[in-house]
């Protein structure tokens, strides 16, 4: 199943809930103040939030004006292509070795989604060792080590209450010993002591970068799309303590409100870089704007 068919499915939620309320909007007679007050309001309940949802109304008045038009239906594609346009991010291509550091707070679908990444990079040829640097949380490692074996990959992992660090340290020696192509690195989520969590991230960051200085090095978050706009607030506390360079957009499937996709984008102006639409190891997908957005109008 090609990517578009398994995003397709996996927002059969999304597009339903988006459909009805869209019907409704575009079946108005005329572009007058309630058409876009309908369609502010079918926006906001898809949790695209107001920020986003404001931007999206402004930019289409906009062009509606500029290109003349009068048939909603008209309007309909330009709304398509506004909101292709406003998660449509050029994402770098990666360059080897990788490191990939993964935060997110606890419940998230954080473990799994290092074990899918590590399976998705070693399908397109690329060696793996994944750093199981979430030395708080008890049982940590042990579920990262269930996801390696599942994708065959190595895993480094040291006892619970170990230094972090120590194991990101160990991590990276195992892969310039091996020459390993990809890093992925696991970390605490927890958020009850916030200065501890941003300095042990900071101190990883800082090994990664003085061990392997030419490295790519991104660091992601994994946010929990069911949770809607809560999940938006969450990068902030993440990258107080280190810059993000994309999400990785977890339980996609399970929501009706994929709107958050755009909110996250329109906050942060940070790109979606992988989703994940189902249970199965090779469910985690690279993000693509074109076949998100066709999957849901």
Request: with cysteine.
């Amino acid at each position: 199943m090609g990517f578009f068919d398994k995003i397709k499915q996996g927002l059969l939620k999304t597009k339903e809930s988006f459909s009805k309320k869209f019907f409704e909007v575009f079946k108005a007679k005329e572009l007058n103040d309630d058409f876009y007050e309908n369609l502010e309001n079918a926006l906001i309940s898809s949790d695209m939030g107001i920020k986003a949802t404001m931007e999206v109304i402004d930019c289409l008045k906009e062009e509606v004006y500029k290109n003349r038009i009068t048939n909603p239906l008209e309007a309909k594609e330009l709304l398509r292509q506004i909101l292709l346009d406003s998660i449509d991010y050029i994402v770098p291509e990666y360059s080897y070795p990788l490191v990939i550091m993964v935060a997110g707070v606890n419940g998230v679908g954080k473990t799994t989604a290092i074990g899918k990444l590590a399976h998705y990079f070693k399908s397109i040829g690329k060696s793996v060792v994944i750093a199981a640097a979430d030395t708080f949380r008890a049982a940590a490692s042990e579920q990262l080590e269930i996801w390696a074996e599942r994708a065959g990959v190595r895993i480094i992992s040291h006892t619970e209450g170990s230094d972090p660090a120590a194991v990101v340290f160990d991590a990276i020696g195992s892969q310039k010993a091996k020459n390993t192509d990809v890093v992925l690195v696991d970390t605490a989520g927890r958020l009850h002591n916030k200065k501890n969590l941003m300095e042990e991230l900071k101190k990883i960051n800082r090994v990664i970068t003085r061990e392997l200085p030419d490295a790519d090095c991104r660091n992601y978050i994994v946010l929990d799309a069911t949770t809607g706009q809560n999940a938006v607030s969450q990068v902030d506390i993440f990258n107080q303590a280190v810059d993000i360079d994309g999400i990785i957009l977890t339980k996609l499937d399970g929501t009706a409100k994929g709107g958050v996709v755009m909110a996250i984008s329109a906050e942060y102006e940070m790109p979606v870089v992988y989703v994940g639409v189902g249970e199965q190891i090779d469910d985690l997908l690279p993000f693509d704007a074109e076949s998100f957005i066709s999957a849901i109008l």
